[in-house]
Nanobody
């Protein structure tokens, strides 16, 4: 498994931007499908964006056109650029890793808070 540590969260006004980062260690990072999930208060954790080992991306409808996921395998990092943030984007964001996309071997970060408020 890979160890994951998120950074970059915080407080931002509506319409603002934040960039989340996830640093991975302990395994061959480039073989992993990486993703960002979030859990809003009182709701279940949901998928936000995913990026495969070859760089293909997929997004939840509620972030399409606003969020961008990227990865740097040379630095074992994955990023989530979040633009045009809305109050409903407020959540704890989690980095996720699955070797070759095998969810039974998933690793999770500890989560990082993003709060969007005026």
């Amino acid at each position: 498994q890979v160890q994951l540590v998120e950074s970059g969260g915080g407080l931002v006004q509506p319409g603002g931007s934040l960039r989340l980062s996830c640093a991975g260690s302990g395994s061959i990072f480039s073989n992993y499908v990486m993703g960002w999930y979030r859990r809003a208060p009182g709701k279940q954790r949901v998928l936000v964006a995913v990026i495969t080992s070859d760089g293909s991306t997929s997004y939840a409808d509620f972030v399409k056109g606003r969020f961008t996921i990227s990865r740097d395998n040379t630095k074992n990092t994955v990023h989530l650029q979040m633009n045009s943030l809305k109050p409903e984007d407020t959540a704890v964001y989690y980095c996720h890793a699955a070797p070759g996309g095998d969810l039974s071997l998933s690793s999770w970060g500890q989560g990082i808070q993003v709060t969007v408020t005026a």
